[in-house]
């Protein structure tokens, strides 16, 4: 008996050391997230149809490519850097990295730590924080990462932010440091984005010298017009209920992720008077049932439907029936939008197919063009070489994936292909513009219909603003709340500065009606200053009869009003506060009020640079310590900005 239980032990132990040698050897290569995504490269050939056949190859599944194991990390508020991470995916695969992309929702610690290369982009969201779905990841690197752990991985972050704001970059810098402050090693230096400029041109002319030293350092060759490796593969139904449920498919489109809910839109009506020429839509929706609350100056998301007159014409030019029942799947069944569906459906409601045309995509639809004329500038345009074709022709004629297949008929990209490579339809935000106490039961928007004539007769639409203006009363659109720290005090006895202009008036407006409420309910309110602007009193002065109402009753101490286009000189809302600058700092820095701007980024550096400089003049002190007094508004959390670029 005690041989047999020495044998059995010895067994058990034998086991136990293979079990240990294979987690130290193999986890370590185990797929990020639980889902691999192979695809290596062919040999390159130059006739057009030679490039749409190799091209088209790379969809129908291929061995794991044989390189170095590269993780694609994104964080991602609007889906811009999301999409960044899928184009550098695809080139990783092309260039032979056994590549893997990795939403930082998913993120976690322990296998993070085993990987040998990682290629981060990151936007900064609000006031320099990081995206939602990278919030766990900041607070390990912050809180929770030992230094060393990283000692084995090699690492290059790009940050997408805006030079409007103060915390510009802040995330992309942050994760940069500490990345290399846990033991990484920078295998190329950061690359920063300005959504404000060049945003796109800043991300190619980092990715191109990012690529050049990544793949020098691991010994491989930079294929730079490697054609384009696609992870999905499209599989048409017959419509028989069966089929359909046999194909159904798991999405990891972060949209898909969002709570959304189906809102009743209560009201829609102008806001402009009809002598403006442009639009500004009022709309309340209605959260009665939805689950939803929100607190006043928080935001709506609303998932916007593209015009049907884009889908048809998509379709015609893509030569497929509207109404065919597909799925779009991965060898792990996982899909880039909910599957199965129509045709009709993915061009209207899961992907962009209005906004203007991505570089990297110009780069693949070159792969699919049979005439080599059209192949050629679709490639330049892709490059820094084609910067000022693309400006012109794609930028500044705002043409999107219609106008694009269009004007280059050679170009015969497979559906499944063009699905998997056009961007995510995303969300648009806004700032409620109505009060959590007065009216709980709704959020309103306040949003100018996009509208622009560009060059060859068409005209330009914004696909989220054309949503709401469609919305019938009674209709229901997508939405979410989103919090925000666009908030009022919390003792309503502290004075507020506001200053908005246009639309940025919306979360201003929201303030103004919770603190009528308020005071309509026995609370104190504070001295209370507005500074609005438009082009027009008479064409485009938001809410007016709601803010002089509000003056006249007192819940507005005082309305400093700028009509920019009623007079030879314009006259901004940074003229007002010019002009007023020694009551608004007496509540400012006297009475430690709050300060609120919102509206466009341009508007709100020239607002707090007219307040630092008048600062400077009112207590005699150079612009250097105007800078460092006003900052302290941001310092001590009494200064906020609600802005857009």
């Known amino acids: 008996q005690c041989s047999t239980m020495a044998t059995v032990g010895s067994v058990l ?11 130290f050897f193999f986890k370590k290569s185990a797929p990020v997230g639980g889902r691999d995504k192979y695809a290596l490269p062919v040999d390159k050939r130059t006739t057009g149809a ?58 976690d610690q322990d296998t993070f730590v085993d990987e040998p290369l990682v290629l981060l982009l990151t936007a900064t969201y609000g006031e320099g924080e990081p995206t939602d779905n990278a919030r766990d990841f900041h607070r390990w690197l912050e809180n929770d990462a030992e230094p060393g752990c990283l000692n084995n991985t090699k690492f290059s972050v790009f940050g997408l932010g805006n030079r409007q704001y103060e915390q510009f970059n802040a995330m992309g810098r942050f994760f940069d440091a500490k990345m290399e402050a846990a033991g990484a090693e920078r295998i ?77 839109v209560l009201k829609n009506y102008e806001l402009h008077s009809a002598n403006s020429g442009r639009s500004c839509r009022h709309v309340e929706v209605d959260l009665n049932g939805t689950g939803f609350t929100y607190v006043t100056g928080d935001h709506i998301g609303v998932m916007p439907v593209n015009h049907s007159d884009q889908v048809e014409r998509l379709v015609d030019r893509m030569g497929v029936d509207p109404k065919m029942e597909f799925s779009l799947t991965d060898s792990d069944n996982f899909s880039p939008f909910p599957c199965p569906c129509t045709v009709e ?63 280059f008929p050679s170009v015969n990209i497979p559906l499944g292909n063009l699905l998997e490579s056009l961007p995510r339809l995303q969300p648009r935000f806004y700032s409620i513009s109505s009060s959590s106490k007065l009216e709980p039961g709704l959020a309103a928007i306040t949003a100018v219909v996009v509208k622009e004539a560009v060059e060859g007769g068409r005209t330009f639409r914004g ?28 003792a309503l006895s502290t004075p507020c500065v506001m200053v908005g202009a246009g639309t940025g008036l919306a979360p201003l407006r929201g303030f103004v009606r919770e603190l009528s409420f308020q005071r309509n309910n026995g ?58 600058a020694e009551m608004i700092w007496q509540l400012l820095s006297k009475q430690r009020g ?42 001590e959390n009494r200064f906020h900005q609600d802005v857009w670029s």
């Open 13 to 23: 132990a034998v086991l136990g050391i293979l079990y240990i040698v294979y987690r």
């Open 50 to 107: 030679a490039r749409a056949a190799q091209a088209k190859s790379n969809s129908d599944g291929r061995p794991q490519p044989t390189g170095p194991r590269m993780l694609v990390a994104y964080g991602s508020q609007t889906g811009t850097a999301e999409g960044f991470a899928q184009t550098l995916h695809k080139e990783a695969l092309g260039r032979n990295f056994n590549a893997h992309l990795l939403d930082l929702d998913e993120f």
């Open 188 to 264: 190329y230096e950061r690359g920063e984005g300005d959504d404000d400029g060049t945003l796109e041109d800043d991300f190619s002319a980092w990715k191109e010298e990012m690529w050049s030293a990544v793949t020098e350092a691991y010994g491989l060759a930079d294929n730079a017009n490697a054609a384009p490796t696609f992870s999905y593969k499209l599989s048409a139904h017959s419509g028989a209920d069966e089929t359909v449920a046999a194909f159904k498919s798991k999405s990891h489109g972060k949209v898909d992720a969002q709570r959304m809910r189906e809102m009743t």
């Open 345 to 407: 459906t993915a061009l209207s409601r899961y992907v962009e197919i209005n906004g203007a045309v991505k570089k990297s995509l110009l780069g693949i639809l070159s792969h699919f063009a049979q005439d080599e004329s059209e192949a050629s500038r679709l490639k330049s345009m892709s490059k820094k070489e084609g910067k000022a074709d693309f400006d012109k022709f794609i930028s500044k004629g705002h043409r999107g994936i219609c106008d694009v297949l269009e004007a």
């Open 463 to 490: 696909v989220c603003t054309h949503t709401l203006l469609d919305a019938a009363e009674g209709s229901k659109v997508q939405a979410f709340i989103r919090t925000s720290t666009f908030k009022l005090p919390k």
């Open 523 to 580: 609370k104190d309110i504070g001295q209370n200053i507005l500074v609005f602007g438009c082009q027009n009193s008479q064409h485009d002065y938001l809410y007016r009869e709601e803010l002089e109402n509000a003056e006249s009753q007192g819940i507005i101490s005082n309305l400093f009003l700028a009509f920019s286009r009623e007079q030879k000189k314009k006259v901004y809302v940074q003229d007002r506060v010019r002009e007023n």
């Open 594 to 635: 709050f300060l609120y701007i919102c509206g466009g980024t341009s508007m709100a550096k020239g607002v707090r640079a007219a307040l630092t400089e008048e600062v400077s003049k009112l207590e005699g002190i150079t612009i250097h310590k105007a800078e460092e007094r006003v900052q302290s508004l941001v310092t």
